[in-house]
């Protein structure tokens, strides 16, 4: 069972915990994520990134910082889940990318790129993902708009005379 | 049979008999990219069968087909492709839209999916439904080759007369009040409406 | 000066005009879905491989942002087509954990038959096309025969055959009757014979072990590396089925057992969604015998609930019900956090995690598609094997285009 006293000894008082039903949530400064998520893969065994995404905060009641970027890890031997966190701001929100550690991190962090364009430092290949390279938006950002800026009527017409 | 011809022996135009032939041996290219694909393959396999209508010949490559069954939502980064394989279809061809997203973008109203494939390529045949039902592909199928029957000619004259999608416009006064709450112009309810070319919004062939 | 063995080796350069490039997808029938890849071969050998995805790509997340929990389930439901009702239960799991919902018995039963019938209904698919890929069409046509069967049940119990859009928060549309429970016992005491068929086509089929036994080779290591979850995991040894690991709906009480492999390749792959689909029989069978009496939906006075329609068009006290529970700063009470739940899909963990700003819709509504996990790995499988091998490999870990761009 990991605990947070050896995290906070080793990386200072800034990392925070909660607990929610029955996640576990430790909040960490994003300068810190990398070496505690790689002392957590190496130390206490979460072998497994279960997932990792992102929110963007911008219209969240009482929210102060722009992006928060979740792992979820697993440790597949005892089954234990945690959640970390951290968060992010405009104008260049940027992480370094968790590949080494976790392979599944590969696609997961493109993902959050096209979505919501931050970046990871050292990530083999990020390029867009889902939407086309010539997109110029993050979708998932709130001031996106549900139904877009018209992209998706940018195409010429085929007629059954041209067909 | 007044003229006295033998038994095995009938009279038609042969407009008729190339019309004939090309509606009972429609070959599908299903281009089939969500929910509507696996109703596509329920329809095709044992239960509805669609081999009973002459149309179970699937081919998955454009040049061998005449009947494009567009079934599931097209998004933005797919449409180019279909674009692409209506055009290396063989003349005659013709095109179902199956399905609401198909049809209309459905209930995917979101920035990536195409609000209904006919702003982009000539649909002949909406299937409504989410999905629809595989009878309700097999009346649309039985549909299309009365109108097959109706419309064909030996020489293609038909498609002559079609010579523009017959869906709604590419551009709708909709879609501009939308795009213009997209960019959040101010004034919005001052909104007047932009003068647009109609095209030849629901001219039918 | 004599050659050496280095200059005979290929230089960088002529290596790569050596290697060759083959365009796959997104239009192909073996890709079933919409999906393109970037081959690199060296004569019939895959090299390397680039896949590129998106074709599908509908804003289901952005979407999940703009509508409330119960109208975001025909949205979930569309995402994973093979096995609709799973995500809808999965979707609601993570809703009602957030919510902090108690389940009535009924309803977990309820849900874990439906649950069970959504593993028959994507395995049974996912064989027969595998199968179909390799040439064999038989197996298809008897699954599609059952899994009609399957259609006609959840037809039965919410109305449409296809996308049921059948949970709510808090419970479901319907209850179920009698009769259906009958039709349930009835197809799982058929399905046996269509399992045994399927076995008796593919199992021992010579030409169909050749083709998948050693192939798309995934070591545990790496399965863990890469995320991998469910059937997937399981061929590859990593022992682990959030049915048993973190129980949910009525799991706990039924008796069954995780089916693992330690191989890894195609053919422990489909063996084991083989012997997934006696371990659901197994399930559907005790669920039917012990589902409880009483009320499906938790109590309607708490708010939280949908009320029965007949008691909404005949009440007005439902009706009231009914606004309360719709009108927006009504209904529930959802707290300002954020959580991450899990359910055991068909094809793997299918997690959402939400985050709740105390409005009836999701601030933001993330889903962790197993599909798009496992798909990442391919191009790391392929490697190594002929061309031929990649249907069988792209067969057997089961991607749904939906599921994997949303």
Not at chain 3, 80 to 99: F, G, R
Not at chain 3, 144 to 149: H, K, P, V
């Amino acid at each position: 069972m990991l605990d947070l006293d050896s995290l906070q000894e080793r990386f200072g008082n800034e990392i925070t915990e909660s607990s929610f039903r029955d996640n576990r949530r430790i909040v960490v400064p994003s300068d810190k994520v990398y070496f505690v998520l790689e002392q957590l893969w190496r130390e206490w065994g979460f072998d497994m990134l279960v997932e990792m995404t992102a929110a963007d905060y911008l219209e969240y009641p009482g929210a102060t910082d722009r992006f928060g970027v979740m792992y979820v890890l697993l440790n597949t031997t005892t089954g234990e889940r945690v959640i970390i966190k951290t968060h992010l701001n405009l104008p260049d929100p940027e992480l370094p990318s968790v590949f080494p550690l976790w392979h599944s991190a590969d696609w997961l962090e493109r993902e959050i790129f096209d979505m919501f364009g931050i970046k990871f430092e050292g990530h083999p290949d990020l390029r867009r993902i889902l939407m086309p390279e010539e997109f110029t938006a993050f979708p998932l950002r709130k001031d996106y708009p549900l139904k877009g800026r018209g992209e998706r009527h940018n195409f010429p017409v085929i007629t059954r005379a041209e067909s | 049979m007044a003229v006295g011809l033998p038994e095995n022996l009938f009279l038609t135009k042969l407009d008729a008999a190339a019309s004939w032939a090309r509606s009972n041996s429609l070959w599908p290219m299903p281009f089939a990219t969500a929910c509507c694909g696996i109703e596509l393959m329920a329809t095709a396999a044992s239960r509805h069968d669609m081999a009973r209508f002459g149309a179970e010949v699937m081919r998955f490559s454009p040049r061998q087909c005449d009947l494009l069954i567009v079934a599931g939502r097209v998004v933005m980064k797919m449409l180019p492709v279909l674009q692409r394989i209506w055009l290396q279809m063989p003349e005659p061809k013709w095109c179902i839209s199956m399905g609401a997203c198909a049809c209309t973008g459905g209930v995917f109203d979101t920035y990536a999916v195409v609000q209904g494939v006919d702003r982009f390529i000539p649909v002949d045949m909406y299937v409504p439904g989410c999905p629809p039902r595989p009878e309700q592909l097999l009346a649309a199928l039985i549909e299309m080759q009365e109108k097959i029957m109706r419309t064909g000619t030996l020489t293609g004259r038909e498609f002559a007369g079609r010579t523009k999608s017959n869906g709604p416009p590419p551009f709708d006064l909709d879609e501009v009040r939308r795009s213009q709450e997209a960019v959040g112009v101010p004034g919005l309810d001052i909104y007047t409406p932009p003068e647009i070319q109609l095209g030849n919004a629901g001219k039918l062939n | 000066m004599p050659l050496t063995l280095a200059d005979t080796l290929p230089t960088e350069a002529n290596e790569r005009e050596y290697l060759w490039t083959l365009n796959f997808g997104p239009q192909h029938p073996a890709t079933h879905t919409t999906l393109r890849l970037i081959l690199t071969l060296d004569g019939e050998k895959m090299v390397d491989c680039v896949p590129h995805i998106g074709y599908l790509h509908s804003g289901f997340e952005k979407l999940g942002e703009h509508l409330d929990f119960n109208q975001y389930v025909t949205i979930v439901d569309r995402m994973n087509y093979i096995s609709p009702v799973a995500n809808e239960i999965a979707w609601h799991h993570a809703v009602e954990k957030l919510i902090g919902v108690e389940l009535t018995p009924r309803c977990k039963y309820l849900r874990t038959i439906l649950a069970e019938l959504m593993r028959l209904h994507d395995h049974l698919l996912n064989v027969g096309t595998a199968a179909l890929d390799l040439g064999a069409f038989t197996a298809f046509l008897y699954g599609f025969q059952q899994r009609e069967n399957i259609y006609d049940l959840v037809e039965y119990a919410s109305g449409q055959r296809f996308h049921a859009s059948y949970t709510r928060v808090g419970g479901v549309l319907f209850d179920v009757n009698d009769a259906w429970v009958e039709r349930v016992r009835k197809f799982v005491k058929e399905m046996p014979a269509t399992l045994r068929e399927i076995d008796g086509l593919l199992t021992r089929n010579r030409i169909f072990i050749d083709r998948t036994k050693g192939i798309g080779v995934l070591t545990k290591a790496d399965a863990i590396s890469w995320g991998a979850t469910g059937p997937l995991a399981r061929a590859s040894g990593v022992v682990r089925d959030l049915r048993r690991d973190e129980p949910y709906l009525a799991y706990p009480d039924l008796d069954f057992q995780v089916i693992c492999s330690e191989a890894g390749d195609c053919y422990a792959r489909f063996l084991c969604r083989m012997r997934e689909m006696w371990e659901s029989l197994k399930i559907l069978e005790q669920a039917i015998e012990n589902i409880p009496g009483g009320p499906v939906n938790i109590d309607a006075n708490t708010d939280a609930v949908l009320p029965a329609k007949p008691a909404v068009y005949r009440s007005i006290e439902g009706l009231i019900q009914h606004f309360e529970v719709l009108m927006p700063n009504r209904g529930y009470d959802v707290p300002s956090e954020e959580i991450y739940a899990a359910t055991e899909s068909p094809n793997g963990e299918l997690g959402f995690y939400i985050v709740g700003d105390g409005n009836v819709r999701a601030y933001r509504a993330r889903t962790r598609p197993p599909s798009y996990i496992h798909f990442a790995m391919l191009p790391h499988m392929i490697r190594g094997y002929q061309l031929s091998d990649l249907v069988a490999i792209l067969g057997s870990i089961n991607i749904i285009a939906a599921e994997l761009d949303r």
